[in-house]
Each structure stands twice: as C-alpha cells, then as structure tokens.
C-alpha cells in the first residue's frame, strides 16, 4: 500500500461563549469555519506490531509521545474495533501548536474518518461522536470541513455556501495552555446559538459576536492585547477574532487586496511572529 495523502485543515472559532460548566467539563457554543491552510497527513498499512507515528515540518517540535492520534488508536484497539493492523502515520504539521486553531483535534478526526471510509473500522453515528469526545473536545468538528454552529448542548448544524473572508492568522512566539485558559473561567455567557441559522455567518452578525476567552487571553498575556489592538487599528479588517483559547488571532477582510497589505504591515512591525494570509473554505 502507498501512502494515501489526507489534508487536515486549521479550524477557526468566529465565536465561541462559554455557557457553563457539567462536572468537570465546560459547555460551550461556536460558529466554525476552516481555513484553507492545513497540516499534511500520510498513512500507509505495514507489517509491524506497532504503529509507527512520526511529526516532521516547522511545528513538529514539543508534540508529545502521547498525543491524540496515538490516544485514537490506542481507543480503538482497547475496544477491540481495530485488530490485527498496523500503520504508518507521518505528519507535516503547518498549523503551530497551542494557538487554538486545533491542529491535533482535527488530525485525530481526519485519521478517523480515513479509517471508517476505507472500512478499517465499522461506527455507528454515536460510536463516532463517543469516541471523538475521549480523544478531544474538538475533535468531531473536523468529521466535515463545512461552516457549522456548536450549541450549548453538544449538537452540530452544518451550513454549506457561506460568506467567505480573506484572513490574515497571526500566532506571536508563545502559545496558550488551554487548561490553564479554562482554569481561569468565572462568568458564563447566556446561550446565543441554540436556534442555529446560516446568517449567523453573515457579517453584521459576526461583528456582534465574540470569543469568551480574549478577556483572559489579553490580561494574561499583554502581548496579545497589542496584536489585537494593532490589527484593529492598522489594517482596516471587518473584524478580528481570537480562535480557541489562543494564541493565534485572525483578522477577517472581505478584500484580498486588504489582506495582502495587512500582512505587509504585520511582517514589518512583527518581525518574529509567524502569519499567514489564507482564505476560509
């Protein structure tokens, strides 16, 4: 078998609210949307008695010997739903670490999806939802690479044909330890998102929203306050939003041409920083 290629794309929290806490869990809801940027997966049968995974590229570093592809298969196999086969994965990770565009959540869910449409592996619906939620809390939202809402209680809604934006990713030289972030939440949101409808994509709707951890993210971390503050006030976006629990902060344009030049400006006052100007998909 050669190696199969699979695109593992970055995810983008447009919001995102804290609604509550459920044991040790909080509950939360979001508007996801991708970003064409993605980490590069290869998988491959062999004839070994153990998986070989191995990460390579500029993001490779500190990824840990447990990580949520080996806790993917490590589940299947104590389930006793993946027997009798071995694989070799190699990642090319272009998505950076801890900068809360999910880069390990939607690899695990790209392997698995990989897994059942090649029949490695029979789920049903729920198996599927059981086991993404074991690997990672974000996990399931990358079983499709569509526009979807998350409500408060755990139910997805997929919209295809939204608004597109031009957007520029910024990450500063640092990331942001998502259980540190959540340790740190002491006021919940009203739900917003329970009566999902495709214009919560639309523009003005989307610069009424927010992310419930930019408050923590910008008083912990002074330095994101000022990306934040210098893309407001430099490069004209229709909105900038911070994704996940941080670090990585997105501008949003409608124009090519303004996201292009926003870049410009950032590479040049932010000299150390990693950007990247994409699209959403």
């Known amino acids: 078998m050669k190696y199969i290629k699979i695109k593992s794309y970055a995810k983008l929290n447009l919001a995102l609210n ?33 998986h070989k995974i191995s990460f390579y590229g500029r993001f490779s570093k500190n990824i840990k010997y447990r990580n949520t592809i080996s806790s993917l298969l490590n589940i299947l196999e104590k389930k006793k739903l993946l027997q009798n086969i071995k694989f070799d994965i190699r990642i ?7 900068s809360g565009l999910g880069g390990g959540s939607i690899n695990a869910a790209c392997i698995l999806k990989f897994l059942i449409q090649k029949k490695f592996v029979n789920l049903t619906k729920n198996e599927i939802i059981d086991i993404s939620k074991l690997v990672g809390s974000d996990v399931i939202l990358g079983f499709n ?37 959540y340790s740190k939440i002491k006021i919940f949101n009203k739900p917003k998102l329970n009566n999902p409808k495709k214009n919560m994509f639309d523009l003005d709707y989307l610069k009424k929203m927010h992310n419930s951890f930019e408050t923590i993210a910008y008083s912990n971390y002074p330095k994101l306050r000022n990306i934040n503050l210098f893309l407001h006030n430099s490069t004209n ?17 409608q124009s090519k041409e303004k996201c292009d030049k ?13 950007c990247i100007a994409s699209k959403t998909i």
């Not at 090319?92 to 801890?98: E, V």
Request: with cysteine.
């Open 145 to 181: 690479f569509t526009n979807l809402i998350l409500n408060s209680k755990g139910q997805l809604k997929f919209f295809k044909n939204c608004r597109k934006f031009y957007i520029l990713i910024c990450k500063p030289n640092f990331g942001c330890s998502t259980k540190k972030m």
């Open 92 to 98: 090319k990770k272009k998505i950076p670490i801890k």
């Open 262 to 274: 926003a870049k410009k400006l950032f590479n040049k006052k932010y000299k150390n920083y990693w």
């Open 237 to 253: 976006p229709d909105f900038v939003r911070m994704t996940g629990s941080g670090s990585a902060i997105v501008a949003y344009f």
């Open 18 to 50: 804290i609604t509550g806490k459920k044991k040790n869990l909080h509950k939360i809801e979001s508007l996801v949307t991708f970003a064409n940027h993605h980490d590069e997966i290869f998988v491959k049968v062999i004839n070994s008695k153990k």
